[in-house]
């Protein structure tokens, strides 16, 4: 039991967090991003308008980022910025919430996976499993399963996902 519990050393937490990150589509979900922040933009105003509701909705927020960033600047370089410092506020005011955006969607990339949304949910096997595999199209996407086998026409929750297959357990067998 204590082996267990032992701390991994630096090296085996590089080594797994490589594996971890090698086992992620990060190229297919950077492209989903990509094209899902070029739909938005295509919107008439998509953006622009959300970037007016969430500066009005915290503007006092933002002058703070802005001010902070600027006292930043001035502790780095006190002598050629002091004539700079109304500009910077304002600008750090205007960019600090695309920043905040910016942040909330690379964390959202590599935190969220396709697929997601599908556990938990109930379905009806088209196939049946057999030995311990089968597939089934969701969504306009096939996808494998695996589980215990039982016959085409059983329901099953889906309990798990990794890449694209599919962890599922019987709730009934009617077949």
Same mark, same amino acid.
Do not use: M
């Given at each position: 039991m204590e082996s267990e519990k032992q701390p991994m050393t630096l090296a085996?937490?590089?080594?797994?967090?490589w594996a971890d990150l090698r086992q992620t589509n990060v190229r297919?979900?950077?492209?989903?991003?990509?094209?899902? &922040? &070029?739909?938005?933009?295509?919107n008439k105003n998509g953006l622009v308008k959300q970037y007016q509701q969430r500066f009005a909705a915290g503007w006092e927020k933002w002058l703070g980022v802005g001010a902070g960033i600027t006292g930043v600047f001035m502790l780095l370089n006190p002598d050629g910025l002091w004539r700079w410092q109304f500009v910077?506020?304002?600008?750090?005011?205007?960019?600090?919430?695309?920043?905040?955006?910016?942040?909330?969607?690379?964390?959202?990339?590599? &935190?969220?996976?396709p697929g997601k949304q599908l556990i938990g949910q109930v379905i009806t096997l088209e196939q049946g499993i057999v030995e311990g595999a089968g597939s089934i199209r969701l969504d306009n996407l096939e996808w494998q399963l695996a589980g215990d086998d039982c016959p085409a026409?059983?329901?099953a929750k889906i309990i798990a996902i990794n890449d694209r297959t599919l962890y599922i357990t019987p709730l009934s067998q009617t077949a």
């Open positions: 085996q937490r590089l080594q797994k967090s297919a979900q950077a492209h989903y991003t990509v094209f899902r &922040t &070029t739909q938005h933009i295509k910077l506020v304002l600008g750090g005011v205007l960019i600090a919430p695309l920043l905040a955006d910016l942040w909330h969607s690379l964390k959202k990339v590599f &935190t969220e996976y026409g059983t329901q």
